[in-house]
């Protein structure tokens, strides 16, 4: 059984970090992709970012491209996504999700939600004086 759950969202100050953590169980070594999508009030869910465990292929969208890094501790399972320099447009509900066998090539554009079976709860991140 898969198992997705992240956390670590909260409130920030605009200039402010946070790092969110995904922790995913179940999944078949070396054949997995993890993405992050977000959604802020009242618009849609789009692709973040997104890391492919075959090749270490990556993607980031161009709004939060130099701002948000993703790394890894596999000792613990878990996928860290730092968030640097946050800005107001940054707040959303961030949720880690996870596929098998898609093609690493997949993770050089935007995350697509319907490429993705298993989902995390999702994280609240606020961003405000």
């Known amino acids: 059984e898969v198992h997705v759950a992240e956390s670590g969202g909260g409130l920030e100050q605009p200039g402010g970090s946070l790092r969110l953590s995904c922790g995913a169980s179940g999944l078949i070594s070396g054949y997995y992709t993890i993405a992050w999508f977000r959604q802020a009030q009242g618009k849609e869910r789009e692709g973040v970012l997104c890391i492919s465990s075959s090749d270490g292929s990556t993607y980031y969208a161009d709004s939060v491209k130099g701002r948000f890094f993703i790394s890894r501790d596999n000792s613990k399972n878990t996928v860290y996504l730092q968030m640097n320099s946050l800005k107001s447009d940054d707040a959303a509900v961030y949720y880690c999700?996870?596929?098998?066998?898609?093609?690493?090539?997949?993770?050089?554009?935007?995350?697509?939600?319907?490429?993705?079976?298993?989902w995390g709860q999702g994280t609240q991140v606020t961003v405000s004086s």
């Open positions: 999700a996870a596929a098998e066998y898609l093609s690493p090539a997949a993770c050089s554009s935007p995350p697509r939600q319907w490429q993705y079976a298993y």
